[in-house]
């Protein structure tokens, strides 16, 4: 089982609409969670984190989060052409390191 | 807005030679990061570094790579003798607790 799992996508959405990016991990340690954009040949941009159940929103976008069931998503409103982009899910197992594990990413790509 | 810098932006380098990638986090983070992202793959810890000493490294980080912090502000990860596998993006990442923000990157070519 991978440690961080993500559909690779191309998920195609059109501008306006909601994109749904979703992410489950195995490691039941993981504490906190936080979502990163990378644009093509750019590094990670930090654009969310989430640290206990439920749904936290900042602006256009929502994280939510479910320990219980390993999963945590990413919503993307009145989704943007320079939305485009891949995004990185990334669970951190508290203590020790603080090491954060990557999944491969979704590209999303938002059409006009 | 504070940010990280990485110096070089892109090094090319001969398979056995040595280099160094130097980092400035920003000023006031206690923890230091070393990532990788080998082309079209994921991203790949490869050490913490807190309070001057390592905190975790993975299995990647063998004994040809090695980190330092020289004075205050800089950060640097030290590649001994390069291999051919060790071409990547190697990314510099500091955090003043849980959130990791990364540098611009630094893109190692060995040939």
């Known amino acids: 089982q991978k440690e961080v799992e993500q559909n690779s996508g191309p998920l195609s959405v059109p501008e306006g609409a909601i994109a749904s990016l979703n992410c489950t991990y195995s490691?039941?340690?993981?504490?906190?969670f936080f979502w990163y954009r990378q644009y093509s040949g750019k590094s990670p941009e930090l654009i969310m984190s989430i640290y206990s159940n439920g749904d936290k929103e900042d602006g256009r976008f929502t994280a939510q989060l479910n320990k219980a069931s390993q999963y945590v998503s990413l919503l993307i409103r009145d989704s943007q052409p320079s939305d485009s982009a891949t995004y990185l899910c990334a669970p951190e197992r508290t203590g020790g390191g603080n090491k954060l594990t990557f999944g491969t990413g979704t590209q999303l790509k938002v059409e006009l | 807005e504070p940010e990280v810098t990485q110096t070089p932006s892109h090094q090319v380098t001969q398979m056995g030679q040595e280099v160094i990638l130097r980092c400035v986090p920003i000023?006031?983070?206690?923890?230091f990061y070393w990532y990788r992202q080998i082309l079209g793959q994921k991203v790949e810890f490869l050490v913490s570094?807190?309070?001057?000493?390592?905190?975790?490294k993975s299995e990647i980080f063998d004994d040809q790579f090695s980190v330092e912090r020289p004075d205050g502000s800089n950060f640097t990860l030290k590649i001994r003798s390069t291999k051919l596998e060790d071409s990547a993006m190697y990314f510099c990442?500091?955090?003043?607790?849980?959130?990791?923000?990364f540098g611009p990157g630094t893109r190692l070519t060995v040939t």
């Open positions: 490691d039941r340690g993981s504490q906190s």
């Open positions: 570094f807190y309070n001057n000493e390592i905190s975790e």
């Open positions: 000023s006031n983070h206690l923890y």
């Open positions: 990442a500091s955090s003043p607790a849980a959130e990791q923000y």
